[in-house]
């Protein structure tokens, strides 16, 4: 797997954007997944949950806290197992993949963490906002961020960080 400056196209140059792509879960697709090579959990926002239609009947009993960077504690509503597409078919692969569930103000709908991307084979080139991975037939598959809605998830997590700063809260954003 190799990057070239054709992965650059259609990228704004000195960007400094996070991976941010689509999936499909549940037969939705699922846009504001944040592509998190230092996270250790897969998350999936409760209110994105809610809207995938899926039965809560496969929700399981999670009992630790998710815990993170800087040592805080976020309770789970249990996990999932989902079955998610990575890519747009033909050019795709389908794995299950384990999600935490959260409920917190987030600007995000999913967070994919470091093992998934690992089980995919997938490798992350943050300047081309690029991750490609092993598919058929030994094809490389190239799934590439949505660069205008990392910026807008962007510009809403700050907007949610200064509210909780002024002890408000504000409404979910998330949706497929």
């Known amino acids: 797997i190799f990057f070239s400056d054709e992965d650059y196209a259609g990228i704004s140059p000195n960007q400094d954007d996070p991976m941010v792509i ?3 879960i549940a037969n939705w697709e699922v846009q504001k997944t944040l592509i998190d ?12 949950f809610l809207k995938l239609d899926v039965p809560r009947s496969l929700i399981r009993l999670h009992t ?11 309770h789970t509503r249990g996990y999932v197992d989902l079955l998610t597409t990575f890519g747009t078919p033909p050019d795709a692969r389908r794995i ?6 959260v409920e917190a103000n987030t600007s995000y709908n ?13 490798v992350v080139s943050t300047p081309h906002l690029t991750m490609k991975f092993p598919g058929k037939d030994e094809k490389i598959i190239s ?16 907007r949610i ?12 954003t998330t949706c497929p």
């Open 22 to 24: 689509g999936v499909e």
């Open 37 to 48: 090579q230092g996270s250790s959990a897969n998350v999936l926002y409760w209110p994105t």
């Open 64 to 74: 630790e806290p998710l815990v993170g960077f800087a040592g805080e504690r976020v």
């Open 96 to 101: 299950m993949v384990r999600y935490l569930l």
């Open 110 to 122: 999913i967070i994919i963490r470091r093992p998934t991307l690992n089980h995919l084979g997938a």
């Open 143 to 158: 799934v590439r961020a949505n660069q205008k809605i990392a910026r807008q998830c962007y510009v809403e997590s700050l």
């Open 161 to 172: 960080f200064a509210s909780s700063k002024e002890g408000k809260k504000s409404p979910p």
